[in-house]
């Protein structure tokens, strides 16, 4: 089956920038529609960013819109999401998804439609 490998994270200080990786093996490179997810201390996994299979198609949870962009590179297997900008509230464990099938749109990714999931990249945004 797919599997997904995130790397990249670590400690930023507020305003700083980090750029997560994840690299995939198993797949087609352009088969698969992929997601950045986070979920932080005491709350619930949420969406962050999700891009299309070919990449022309994202989108952004409001909390990051304007902050942080996902990218994707098929021949390399990878999809990477810069963080710019960063805050203390985006401290989470960010985790990599895809889905075998393509959303209606991709703003209708969410948790529950992702088929296959990274162990995750601890993301810590403090002074």
């Known amino acids: 089956q797919l599997q997904l490998v995130e790397s990249g994270g670590g400690l930023a200080q507020p305003g700083g920038s980090l750029r997560p990786s994840c690299a995939g093996s198993?797949?087609?490179?352009?088969?698969?529609?992929t997601g950045w997810f986070r979920q932080a201390p005491g709350k619930d996994r949420e969406g962050v960013s999700c891009?299309?299979?070919?990449?022309?198609?994202?989108h952004y949870t409001n909390a990051v819109k304007g902050r942080f962009t996902i990218s994707r590179d098929n021949a390399e297997n990878t999809v990477y999401l810069q963080m710019n900008s960063l805050k203390p509230e985006d401290t989470a464990i960010y985790y990599c998804?895809?889905?075998?099938?393509?959303?209606?749109?991709?703003?209708?990714?969410?948790?529950?439609?992702?088929?296959?999931w990274g162990k995750g990249t601890l993301v810590t945004v403090s002074s």
């Open positions: 998804a895809a889905k075998r099938t393509s959303w209606a749109s991709v703003a209708d990714c969410g948790v529950y439609g992702m088929d296959y």
């Open positions: 198993g797949f087609t490179p352009d088969n698969y529609s």
């Open positions: 891009i299309s299979s070919s990449g022309s198609t994202t």
